[in-house]
């Protein structure tokens, strides 16, 4: 069965038979429909214009009296005024320029248990947080000689003491563990002990060139501090025991004596390490001692010490720093100075100590 849809509109007397009497829709009324009906679309428009229109003229009318205040010139409040510019003066000046002098490094006193100075320190320097300080000998022109340890990082170095600048190096075998260090002839030699390997070597001071080669024994046959006393051309060696060793100051450097170094009670002091000749007397570290000890030479007997414990300020140290090691003369020995650090110190000390004495 099919069934046809279609819409009424489209039906013809043909296809449907409409009875007798019934008019579905008679066609006076069909065609007065849209007349009959108002139309809503007109209505709805004009609507749309006059709430369109109700919205919008007073956002005009607030626009064109924006416009207005902003175009014309209104006093700003005092605050808001602009600064006006300064007043060029018509007076001339005249501009001195006033060159100011540093002021000098604070001086730090260490006070003995009377109250005298004990020692002070005049200045610091930068110091090579790497080297492992063995030898410190102070040459011509205020310029430093340094002797490094540890295997594979043992040098000579020349370094500018103001800046802590390396001006020259030379690198030792990474067999040999360098250790002190003096230097002879009128600064143009430098000797290098090292450590375990009973070897010593000797430099020229301007080009660093190994000139010679030497074997040495002591007690622990170890190398440890080595300085020299020009008036007798005699070198003063240390080997980490109580003892000084006694070299002649020409090649080979063969040992002429050794002696014992005691306190004022007659003890042995075990442990020595750096030296420095000064005035007749021998200057001495300790290893892992704060003590700067000065020593007779002809008796062994120490004359006098001082303690660093408070050399280097708190804000000074470093985690990885080393024992106090390091001792050079300032200005060839005349005002009781000398340049003291350590092992892996971030600075050098320019100190004065007023007790320093002399056997010449």
Known sequence: MQFLCVSPNFISPETYKVPPGLDLMPPSRNNNKRSQIPSTASWFTIRSILLFLIAIVPSIFFALSHFHIHTTTLPLPERLKPTPPPRESKTE?????????????????????????EWEVLDSYKHDRRAFTQGFHTGKNNIMYEGTGLFGR????????????????????????GEGITLLDDDTRVIQLTWKSRTGYVWDTETFEQLQTFQFSTIRNEGWGITWNS????????????????????????EEKRFVVLDETGQKIPKLNELEWYKGTILANVWYDDRLLQINPSTGIVMKSW?????????????????FNGIALVNGEDDKELYLTGKLWRRVYKVRIPGLMSLE
Do not use: A, M
């Open 231 to 254: 008036n007798t051309d005699k070198l003063y060696v240390s080997d980490g025991s109580d003892h000084i060793f006694v070299w002649n100051g020409r090649y080979p450097f063969e």
């Open 307 to 323: 303690n660093f414990k408070n050399l280097v300020l708190k804000k000074e140290r470093h985690s990885k720093q080393d024992c």
């Open 154 to 177: 043992s040098e000579l170095r020349k370094v500018e003491i103001n800046t802590g600048k390396v001006l020259k190096r030379v690198k030792l075998d990474n067999s040999k563990f």
């Open 93 to 117: 000046t005249t501009t001195t320029t006033t060159t100011t002098t540093p002021p000098p490094p604070e001086i730090r006193r260490n006070l003995d248990s009377s109250g005298n100075i």
